[in-house]
Nanobody, 112 residues
Framework: QVRLVESGGGLVQAGDSLRLSCAVSGRTFSSSFMAWSREAPGKQRELVAT???????NYADSVKGRFTISRDNTKKMVYLQMNSLKPEDTAVYYCGADSRYWGQGTQVTVSS
């Protein structure tokens, strides 16, 4: 059974940084396409960042230049470094594998 567990969310002020982590178990991680998405109240879920098994990354325009996705295949971990946070980044952030499996999410709240 595939399991993804996010951590690292919290309440921060605008301009602060946070690092989200995602622990993956139950599948061959090194070949997995990994992603972070977010869902804010009253809004559709947005794909924030993706990383291929080879390390190629892609970002939503709204976070480009501020967020960085990375992975550690030996630890089966995915990370999302979020800098220069804005109130509009407030959302529940989800980690996903192969666009099929998703974690329970971690709340990020950015105050102005």
């Amino acid at each position: 059974q595939v399991r993804l567990v996010e951590s690292g969310g919290g309440l921060v002020q605008a301009g602060d940084s946070l690092r989200l982590s995602c622990a993956v178990s139950g599948r061959t991680f090194s070949s997995s396409f990994m992603a972070w998405s977010r869902e804010a109240p009253g809004k559709q879920r947005e794909l924030v960042a993706t990383i291929t098994s080879g390390g190629s990354t892609n970002y939503a325009d709204s976070v480009k230049g501020r967020f960085t996705i990375s992975r550690d295949n030996t630890k089966k971990m995915v990370y999302l470094q979020m800098n220069s946070l804005k109130p509009e980044d407030t959302a529940v952030y989800y980690c996903g594998a192969d666009s099929r499996y998703w974690g329970q999410g971690t709340q990020v709240t950015v105050s102005s």
